[in-house]
């Protein structure tokens, strides 16, 4: 039973898959000794020795010799061992080879069937141990297909699947064949029969690595980035602070004459970012959050909730289309916030000084 085209695809196997020739063999072997069983209705001891080496499989029976035998498939007593070998004796283990075309269709197709089986798991474990440290990371990666809505990327070297799902997927993004994208990773799935790695292009985290990866300052630890309100595809606000006053925050993101924040822009396809100072003081944030909207002021109205006034001309650019720049400033800041014009705020003031007159009148 020798094929050295077999043992060349296991180096195939290896290299491709990057599922070792030891981990290989042993399922191979472990599913040859189940077929073999099977085939024969044996219930007797089987070996299988694969030697990569000598480019050879070789199949054995197994007999433990014993001073009673009480399973004569599995057990030869001492006195009939040694008429095959005479230094047999308890204890040892008599190995007969099984020539291997007594070890017929049946019995390949079965040790097939459970071998790959056994290599899916092995594959799905290696996918998992690569992956599972990766979680929140960023990684490139290829476009392969498109069924049914999601898109399926090859990542890293070993060439693993990932899944693009709908909900991760930006508005308006197209995706085409062999297009090459940088992709959030969301989670790792072992989910049974398969480990599936689910990628985002809409996750905040997306536009933090982004950043990361662009901002030098940031990787060192001298940024930090403190919040990321996200609308994928449309706007991003990202509050950032600096650690020594030396180094401003902003302009460190921004970059010279916005060569920064313009790669992650086009990376994100256009995808507006503010990035915003943040502040201890919560007012002071709130009014910076509503950027690029110049705020009259912002007075606290109950416990994490604040009016912010601003000119009557800047009220449609503070709410924002669809309310998109005050939703964010809100998610960003995590206080409910009302935004208001300024002739608003003094007619609501005079109409509650005049209420305040009729009162003292009555």
Known sequence: MINQDFFLALEDLEREKGISQAEFIAALENALVIAYKKSTGTAGGVEVRLNPEKKSIKIY??????????????????????????????????????????????????????????????????TVSEF???????????????????????LGGN???GVLMPKDQVPGEKYELNQRLN???????????????????????LVKRLFENEVPEIKQGIVLVKGIARDAGQRTKIAIVSEDPMVDAVGACVG???????????????????????S???????SRALSPARVLKVVQTGDESAMAIVPDDKLSLAIGRSGQNARLAV??????????????????????????????EE
């Open 61 to 126: 029976s197994t007999r433990a010799v014993v001073e009673e035998v009480i399973d004569p498939e599995k057990e030869i007593s001492v006195e009939e061992a040694q008429t095959i070998k005479k230094s047999y004796k308890a204890g040892d283990t008599i190995n007969t080879e099984i020539i291997s075309k007594n070890f017929g269709r049946i019995a390949a197709q079965t040790a097939k069937q459970i071998l790959m089986q056994k290599l899916r798991e092995i594959e799905r474990d290696n």
């Open 132 to 154: 599972e440290d990766k979680e929140g990371e960023l990684m490139a990666c290829t476009v392969r297909r498109i069924e049914d809505g999601n898109v399926f990327v090859e």
């Open 159 to 161: 060439q693993i699947e």
């Open 183 to 205: 992709v959030y990773v969301k989670r790792v799935k072992n989910s049974g029969k398969m480990a599936q790695i689910v990628v985002s292009r809409t996750a905040t985290g």
């Open 256 to 278: 010279n004459k916005g060569a920064r924040v313009n790669a992650i822009v086009a990376e994100l396809g256009g995808e507006k970012i503010d990035i915003i100072q943040w």
């Open 280 to 286: 201890e003081n919560p007012l002071e944030y709130i």
């Open 331 to 360: 998610r960003l800041t995590g206080w409910k916030i009302d935004v208001k014009s300024e002739s608003a705020v003094g007619a609501e003031l005079t109409a509650d000084i005049n209420t305040e007159e009729d009162v003292v």
